[in-house]
Structures are given as C-alpha cells and as structure tokens.
C-alpha cells in the first residue's frame, strides 16, 4: 500500500512507477483509494469512475479544496522512477504526481487543519476536454467542488501560480481555382492568399496586462497549415490553424472578436474550433491572501490554461502550486528535484495549519 505517512519523495516516486497513462487509471485510483481509507481519519470518501474524493467537515470558518489530476500523458521509456543527481526521474514527476503526493501527504499527516479539507484527484486531464474527469464532477457531484480556495498541484517550479490563459484555435481558410502549375495564370493559388493571414501574425504585437499584480503576455500564432493537391497543381483550397492564447480579462467571445479584428479585410474565412475561458488569480480572497503569504509572495501568472478555469467558472479562487517545473511536463528526461518535493510539503503544510 502507498504509504501516505512516509516521506513525500518516497510517496511520489511510487506514484510515478503505476502507469497511469488517461484512460488507464483504475490501477492508482484503487490504490490512492485505499490507502486514504486506511491511513486518514475524518475524511468522507468516495469513488467517482477513476476519480477519487475526500473531504472532511469539522466546522472550520473555510475550506480549501485540493486537486489533482492521476494521469499522465504516455510513457517514453521513462519507467521505473530513479533517483539521479537529487532529481527525481520518470513519467509524470512533475505532471503532476508530485503534487499529488504532497497532497497526499498532508490528508494524512496534518492533525488539525486550520481549514475544512477537499481533496480531488481525478483522471483524464491529459487528453481532450470532453473526457476530463474534473468536467464529469462537475456535472455528477458539483457539491463536492465548493471551496473558498482551490489548489491544483499543476507543476510551478514552487510558484503560486494564478489564473491561467484562456485559449481558442480557429482554422483560417483561404479558397481559389486550381490550374495546371505550367499555366499558373489560369489558377489562383489559395496557399498564396495565406501569405497576408501569417504576415499579420508575424507582425502582430502581443499585449501584456497585469492583473492583481500577475502579468499576462498574450500570443496569436499559426500553429499549422495546410494545402496542395500534388507537385504540378495550382491549390485551390489552403488553411493555417491559429491558437490565440488570451489574458483572463477578455472572454472567449471577446478573444474570438478580437482574432476577427486582426484578419479583418482578408480574403478567408474563420472557423471557431476550440475555446476555453482563462480565469483571474483572485488573490483578494481572504484564503488565496494568507496562501500567497504563506509562499512569501512568490506568485506570477500562469502562461497556458489549467483546470483552475473550471473553479474560477463558479467564482471560487483557484491557484496553481506544486513542486515540478512546467518546462520539464511531458518530456523524455521529465523529473523534479527531490527538495522541491519537501519544500512544497512544507510551505502548504504551514499554510493548512494556520
């Protein structure tokens, strides 16, 4: 059984060593499962699917509700976990089983939380939204996810993180008449007519805001193209898919807008297919204050989106914090250093104690 008492850095590494790639996450949800049954005490558990909750009810004046996710993307001949030079290695030790072994840690460890406890870990973050397990409890169970604070273990090398970036991905389509290439004349080439569309993403000036402190930079960019039909055929048919990433203070509507404003007067056409809300840092919050203090005020803005945006939705204060370095998630070498590890199990371990 995972040992929840131990040391943290023992406690992720076993973590790490169940494949848990989404969609296979029965094996550590049964095992997450038992042993907060086995080794917390005031704690309501249950099963959702392959997501795992608890939370106690012991008449604080607040609640702090702890989320992770179980799975990881897949692996990459990066199991079993190692040790190496104080880094912890493999598969998912930054994103995010070492933030659900802190977690862990503390259900079990911490006596008398100067907070009422939520804890969520659930399956399928990695893959697309639709079969995210924190939307199912959203849908199913959405009692269980009130909190005055929501803390996601995401990897933030240690900072709080807050907010994150809403994101949309539109297809910008361009249309033409297809030709022999050796009379080009009597085509018009829609790959051409994308030349203007990159042009202005090339050029565009990217807009940063500060919000409570956090400042968001914002990014327009062709993430992909297509178009041709073979080596001699003027195209008549060309698209660039186009990721904007949006401060928290624009609305899915108002980036979408705004994307329209930058194409405008461009022979193509936009077509919405993806989009996601950012969500605020809320630091103001009475909760979210004594955590960035807690922290010593090490607190920047999440660049990408997070399921923070799910909290923020339903007006409840979400931050990210947890030991990994975001730029080391889902590659080959991923690892987190094991004091990272402790040091993050200490800080919240003083902030849940009050």
């Excluded at 558990?45 to 509700?65: E, M, W, Y």
């Excluded at 193209?225 to 990433?245: E, H, K, L, M, Q």
């Excluded at 994307?259 to 056409?269: A, I, K, M, T």
């Excluded at 923020?312 to 250093?337: C, F, Q, S, T």
Aim: glycine letters at 10%; proline letters at 5%.
């Amino acid at each position: 059984m995972l040992d929840l008492r131990g040391d943290p850095v023992t406690l992720t590494a076993a973590l790490v060593d169940i494949p848990s790639e989404s969609r296979d996450e029965a094996r550590i949800a049964d095992e997450v499962e038992a042993a907060l049954r086995a080794q917390t005490s005031g704690f309501e558990i249950i099963r959702n699917g392959n997501a795992v909750l608890a939370r106690t009810a012991r008449g604080k004046p607040s609640r702090v509700l702890l989320a992770g996710h179980l799975d990881t993307v897949p692996v990459a001949d990066n199991l079993p976990s190692r040790i190496e030079n104080g880094e912890l290695h493999g598969c998912g030790t930054s994103d995010m089983k070492s933030g659900d072994a802190v977690f862990l840690h503390l259900a079990a460890t911490v006596a008398d939380p100067a907070h009422d406890l939520t804890l969520v870990f659930y399956d399928c973050e990695e893959i697309e939204s639709p079969a995210n397990g924190l939307g199912r409890l959203e849908r199913e169970l959405p009692d269980w996810l009130t909190a005055d604070v929501a803390i996601l273990g995401e990897p933030t090398g240690g900072f709080i993180e807050a907010g994150c970036q809403g994101t949309l991905r539109v297809v910008v389509s361009a249309a033409g008449t297809r030709a022999h290439s050796a009379r080009s004349w009597l085509g018009d080439n829609a790959i051409h007519k994308l030349g203007a569309v990159l042009d202005r993403l090339a050029r565009y000036p990217a807009r940063s805001v500060d919000i409570d402190g956090c400042v968001y930079r914002e990014g327009l960019s062709a993430v992909r193209i297509d178009g041709g039909v073979a080596g001699n055929v003027i195209p008549d048919a060309a698209s660039v898919t186009v990721n904007f990433r949006f401060a928290p203070d624009r609305s899915p509507e108002a980036a979408l807008g705004h994307v329209h404003e930058v194409l405008d007067g461009l022979d193509v056409s936009i077509e919405l297919t993806d989009s996601a809300a950012g969500a605020l840092p809320g630091l103001s919050a009475p909760a979210a204050k004594s955590l960035v203090e807690a922290a010593g005020g090490q607190v920047r803005a999440k660049y990408g989106w997070t399921d923070v945006s799910r909290f923020a939705a339903r007006g409840i204060p979400a931050l990210n914090y947890g030991p990994g370095d975001p730029n080391l998630a889902h590659k080959r070498d991923e690892r987190v250093p094991v004091a990272a590890i402790t040091a993050a199990a200490d800080m919240l371990r003083g902030y849940l104690s009050g």
